[in-house]
């Protein structure tokens, strides 16, 4: 059972200074490959439980696994080697100003040591399946909104995590781009088997798509199953191809796929 849980919480307490607990024994499993939406009122502790995942926050209580592997006394670069399988996606982009967007793409790479031939490739088909292609050389303060918010997407899964945490994504997003940005974590959520937790306030995100939810309220973590009929299967994605303009997923994914099997064999 535990080869195949991603995250593992035990009896987690959460607070910041002497204040009262964000969060209260918190118990749960996630196995890999799992998406999830993260709901929850505005100061709920959204935020805080994909910190604790994270590792950029740690329990005043209780116990987390990652991947199997407690983290509660972890060294600072054993969470750093931890971080390497996941990555976070930010509503406000995060977006470095005096670097390209190709750039800002690279660094993640680069910061692994990857050799320049290799981060060329993979980047354009990166900017590719994002549908940003012809932006690579461009500052990202230039980008819209939705185009900056692909951007920090395309560099969260740039080293193919295994798991993904994306904080309010397609909050400021109208409906046609967050539902772009949906369809890019449902083929990474299917063809790189990514881990996904989606923190949303979007009642109609939810009803829309066929996940199960977190929800976070009262200091307490409760998991509610999707509600199957009012949902869309995540098998049948057609109305979001209408408005998706980018390469056919299920060809490009598996293309993006081999060029991330060469890193990890460099």
């Known amino acids: 059972m535990e080869e195949n849980t991603a995250i593992s919480f035990t009896n987690v307490g959460a607070k910041y200074d002497n204040a009262r607990e964000v969060l209260s024994d918190v118990s749960f499993n996630i196995s890999n ?54 990555a976070i996606v930010f509503q406000e982009y995060s977006l470095l100003s005096h670097m390209t967007v190709f750039d800002n793409i690279a660094l993640p790479l680069r910061v692994r040591g990857i050799p320049e031939q290799k981060i060329k490739k993979l980047v354009s088909k990166t900017l590719e399946w994002v549908g940003l292609g012809k932006y690579a050389d461009a500052n990202p303060k230039a980008l819209s909104g939705g185009q900056q918010q692909r951007v920090s997407v395309a560099r969260a899964i740039i080293i193919q995590p295994s798991l993904l945490l994306a904080d309010e994504p397609t909050g400021n997003l109208d409906d046609e781009n967050a539902s772009r940005l949906m369809e890019l974590f449902i083929q990474m959520n299917k063809i790189f088997g990514t881990t996904i937790i989606l923190a949303t306030h979007s009642t109609k995100l939810m009803e829309t798509y066929n996940f199960p939810i977190i929800r976070v309220e009262n200091h307490k973590v409760s998991f ?35 060029q991330f099997d060469d890193i990890g064999n460099a």
């Open 224 to 258: 509610l199953e999707a509600n199957k009929k009012t949902t869309k299967n995540t098998e049948d994605i057609k109305d979001i191809k209408k408005i998706w303009k980018g390469p056919k997923p299920q060809n490009y994914f598996t293309e993006l796929s081999k």
């Open 33 to 86: 490959g799992s998406f999830y939406f993260l709901s929850g009122a505005s100061g709920a502790g959204k935020t805080t439980l994909l910190r604790l995942i994270y590792q950029l926050h740690k329990p005043c209580r209780g116990q987390i696994k990652l991947f199997g592997q407690i983290t509660n006394n972890m060294t600072r670069d054993d969470t750093a080697k931890l971080r390497h399988k996941m």
